[in-house]
Antibody, heavy 119, light 110 residues
């Protein structure tokens, strides 16, 4: 079945870096764009970044632009999020989400990985 | 890009119908038929319920329906059931960002 499994979360200090991974299975990963979406504790969903199926285009939310980098390795069926200069406000559950259809709609979600930025 | 506006909470009794609104602008909800709705139970990942304003993915109950008028999209849940108690989020394509989410609505089944 279609599955997305995130990993790499943890507790880190402000100003440090972390890389999240998302392993995809059950579908042809290289045919789909992918998003990262986050949810701070007790808060709503926030779109973070999207990458095209071939990695040729990437877009970011203003809140992470210049600090986060989305990338993918289609040979490994894996999506990444490199997070630098982490801030307390980046504390959240991070979900990877598959793009479907037009205009960046989202269908399949992973279970999420938790990032906590604290001194 | 500002979040789309949803009511913080909506409630209803079992069997009733409820409607959740999602208000944006002509740059997002009003300008494109690319509004989707997600259901999220506590501690779980969101689940796609409606896409492109009114389309239901395979496996989603036909008690869920979507519509749009002007800059406001709506999700209607008919025949409300206990299992529908969850948070619901709308999302839209926008001219300035691939996606924006709504503020979220907590649905309570009385």
């Amino acid at each position: 079945q279609v599955q997305l499994v995130e990993s790499g979360g943890g507790v880190v200090q402000p100003g440090t870096s972390l890389r999240l991974s998302c392993a995809a299975s059950g579908f042809k990963f290289s045919n789909y764009g992918m998003h990262w979406v986050r949810q701070a504790p007790g808060k709503g969903l926030e779109w973070v970044a999207v990458i095209w199926y071939d990695g040729s285009n990437k877009y970011y939310a203003d809140s992470v632009k210049g600090r986060f980098t989305i990338s993918r390795d289609n040979s490994k069926n894996t999506l990444y999020l490199q997070m630098n200069s982490l801030r307390a406000e980046d504390t959240a559950v991070y979900y990877c989400v598959r793009v479907t259809g037009s205009y960046y709609n989202m269908d399949v979600w992973g279970q999420g990985t938790t990032v906590a930025v604290s001194s | 890009q500002s979040a789309l506006t949803q009511p913080a909470s909506v409630s209803g009794s079992p069997g009733q119908s409820i409607t959740i609104s999602c208000t944006g602008t002509s740059s997002d909800v009003g300008g494109y038929n690319y509004v989707s709705w997600y259901q999220q139970h506590p501690g779980k990942a969101p689940k796609l319920m409606i896409y492109e304003v009114s389309n239901r993915p395979s496996g989603v109950s036909n008690r869920f329906s979507g519509s749009k008028s002007g800059n406001t999209a709506s999700l209607t849940i008919s025949g409300l059931q206990a299992e529908d108690e969850a948070d619901y989020y709308c999302s839209s394509y926008t001219t300035s960002s691939p996606r924006v989410f709504g503020t979220g609505t907590k649905v309570t089944v009385l």
